[in-house]
T-cell receptor, first 110, second 114 residues
Framework: KNEVEQSPQNLTAQEGEFITINCSYSVGISALHWLQQHPGGGIVSLFMLSSGKKKHGRLIATINIQEKHSSLHITASHPRDSAVYICAPRSRGGSEKLVFGKGTKLTVNP | DSGVTQTPKHLITATGQRVTLRCSPRSGDLSVYWYQQSLDQGLQFLIQYYNGEERAKGNILERFSAQQFPDLHSELNLSSLELGDSALYFC?????????????FGPGTRLLVL
C-alpha cells in the first residue's frame, strides 16, 4: 500500500464547478503540502498546512491530522486551473523529507 | 517565477556518462532540496542540504551525489547514467529547516539518457 493515496486520479469538470481532491496518508506527519504542476512541468507550492484550514483565493485546503486526511477544494473552477495537483505529506521527526502522492490530473473545460 | 534557478533546462546524454545539474536557491534561502520525477515513479525526494551540510537523505542512488557550496548553490552529480535515470530533476529551496517551511521549486532540468 502506498504511503500517500490521492483520489481521483483524473478529474474532468466544466468551468464553474466546485472541485474536491482528496489525499489520505499512512505516515505520521508534521505538515502537508499541496503542489500544482502545470502542463509545462513547473511546480508551484499552493499550501503548506499542519492543522485546520487555509484559503487562498478560490483554493481551500483542509487537513484532519487524526484521520490522516487532507482535501483541496477549488471553487468556481476555471480552465487555467487545469493541472496536476500533488499531495505531499512531510514526515515527522525533524526531517524535511516529503512523500508524494501520484497526483490528480484536473481538466477544466470551458 | 519562484526565484530558484536551475541549469541546464534540458540535457541529452548517453548511458555510462556523467552529468552535473546546478541549482541556485532563492536569495537568502539556506535549504536546498533535490527531487526526481520519472514517469513510472512519480516525484521522489532525493536529498536535502542546509547551509552546506547534508540534512536528509531519500531515495538517492549511490551513483548520485550532491553538495551545497558556500554561496549556497547546489549541484547534483549523476554518474554511470542508465536509461532509467531519464527524468525531470527539480531543485527547491526554503528559508530554514526544522520548521514547517514552504518550498519554492525551480523549473527543473529534463534529463534524457539515450
Amino acid at each position: 500500500k502506498n504511503e500517500v493515496e490521492q483520489s481521483p486520479q483524473n478529474l474532468t469538470a466544466q468551468e464553474g464547478e466546485f472541485i474536491t481532491i482528496n489525499c489520505s496518508y499512512s505516515v505520521g506527519i508534521s505538515a502537508l503540502h499541496w503542489l500544482q504542476q502545470h502542463p509545462g512541468g513547473g511546480i508551484v507550492s499552493l499550501f503548506m498546512l499542519s492543522s485546520g484550514k487555509k484559503k487562498h483565493g478560490r483554493l481551500i485546503a483542509t487537513i484532519n491530522i487524526q484521520e490522516k486526511h487532507s482535501s483541496l477544494h477549488i471553487t468556481a473552477s476555471h480552465p487555467r486551473d487545469s493541472a496536476v495537483y500533488i499531495c505531499a505529506p512531510r514526515s515527522r521527526g525533524g526531517s524535511e523529507k516529503l512523500v508524494f502522492g501520484k497526483g490528480t490530473k484536473l481538466t477544466v473545460n470551458p | 517565477d519562484s526565484g530558484v534557478t536551475q541549469t541546464p533546462k534540458h540535457l541529452i546524454t548517453a548511458t555510462g556518462q556523467r552529468v552535473t545539474l546546478r541549482c541556485s536557491p532563492r536569495s537568502g534561502d539556506l535549504s536546498v532540496y533535490w527531487y526526481q520525477q520519472s514517469l513510472d515513479q512519480g516525484l521522489q525526494f532525493l536529498i536535502q542540504y542546509y547551509n552546506g551540510e547534508e540534512r536528509a537523505k531519500g531515495n538517492i542512488l549511490e551513483r548520485f551525489s550532491a553538495q551545497q557550496f558556500p554561496d549556497l548553490h547546489s549541484e547534483l552529480n549523476l554518474s554511470s547514467l542508465e536509461l532509467g535515470d531519464s527524468a525531470l530533476y527539480f531543485c527547491a529551496s526554503s528559508a530554514r529547516t526544522g520548521l514547517a517551511e514552504t518550498q519554492y521549486f525551480g523549473p527543473g532540468t529534463r534529463l534524457l539518457v539515450l
